[in-house]
């Protein structure tokens, strides 16, 4: 992927599970890779709860393979930490943890899901970036690791939700270029995308045996479950692309207003868009 500049910026995801990273920002992801940026996807948990046969030790074990696998795609760090899947609570340990990973890793731009979300894990992770995001340049805040001078971009990866209120677009990046890496990415984590969801959403007898049948399958399932974004945000896409001929897949981002704002000038530099400036 490239030398990475020391002036590069860094891109650290915070998702509840191995796959969110993936799911929700596998485009951003890869433009950065492409870039020779430095990235590093997390999953808060060790996601031992999500499948209908495994669980526990066993599960985790798999699950962390699996993201290990997804990052070597692009060339990204994938850290699975040990918190116990479906479990997960907004807590003072939990903030405490992201405060040093943040100050660690020190990244310019940090996404993770919004505060308000159909999944407790989701929630939580999302409130303890909220509760970190200020707190990373607190210095007597977990003093063993030193603070910084200005905290970073935290954006809030796309949902559909609209209640309390809805996600609201502030970065819109057409990622159908990056569509082959999603899907690749997407694909290590054989265990949800090929097992779990399917058998969640009444859909298993309808995966392929065969590796191509089932990339093949994995891409109508990923366009199918993302193509209301092109609807909800169709206005937004036109205004940006002039069209929405071609588009295929996007990924919507907002700001947190508890972070750092996105000055103008970062805007290309944290939110690259490959479709505009190649």
């Known amino acids: 992927?490239?030398?990475?500049?020391?002036?590069?910026?860094?891109?650290?995801?915070?998702?509840?599970h191995p796959d969110d990273a993936d799911y929700h920002a596998g485009g951003l992801v890869s433009i950065y890779r492409q870039r020779g940026r430095a990235v590093r996807m997390v999953s808060v948990t060790d996601g031992?709860?999500?499948?209908?046969?495994?669980?526990?030790?066993?599960?985790?074990?798999?699950?962390?393979?699996?993201?290990?696998?997804?990052g070597d795609?692009?060339?990204?760090?994938?850290?699975?930490?040990?918190?116990?899947?479906?479990?997960?609570?907004?807590?003072?340990?939990l903030r405490e943890?992201?405060?040093?990973?943040i100050r660690t890793f020190k990244p310019d731009l940090v996404l993770t899901h919004r505060p308000n979300d159909y999944h407790p894990d989701h929630r939580a992770?999302?409130?303890?970036?909220q509760d970190a995001s200020y707190m990373v340049t607190v210095p007597p805040i977990v003093p063993n690791v030193p603070a910084l001078r200005r905290d970073p971009v935290v954006a809030y990866?796309?949902?559909?939700f609209t209640k309390p209120c809805p996600l609201q677009p502030d970065?819109?990046?057409?990622?159908?270029?990056?569509?082959g890496d999603i899907i690749k990415m997407l694909a290590c984590h054989v265990s949800q995308v090929f097992e779990w969801l399917p058998y969640n959403e009444g859909v298993l007898d309808e995966v392929p045996h065969d590796h191509d049948g089932r990339l093949a399958w994995l891409l109508g399932w990923y366009l199918g479950h993302?193509?209301?974004y092109l609807w909800v945000h169709r206005n937004a896409i036109i205004d940006r692309y002039g069209s929405v001929v071609g588009v295929r897949a996007v990924e919507v981002f907002e700001i947190s207003e508890y972070a750092a704002g996105l000055r103008d000038e970062d805007h290309p530099r944290l939110f690259p868009d490959a479709r505009l400036d190649d």
């Open 125 to 129: 992770v999302g409130q303890a970036v």
């Open 226 to 228: 993302i193509d209301p």
């Open 171 to 179: 970065v819109l990046i057409d990622v159908t270029p990056h569509l």
């Open 1 to 16: 992927m490239g030398h990475t500049p020391d002036d590069s910026p860094r891109l650290l995801v915070l998702g509840a």
């Open 73 to 93: 795609v692009v060339g990204a760090e994938y850290h699975v930490w040990d918190y116990p899947d479906g479990r997960l609570e907004p807590s003072l340990e």
């Open 48 to 70: 031992s709860s999500g499948h209908h046969k495994k669980s526990g030790d066993e599960l985790a074990t798999i699950r962390k393979a699996e993201a290990k696998a997804a």
């Open 97 to 101: 943890r992201i405060i040093a990973e």
């Open 157 to 160: 990866m796309p949902d559909l």
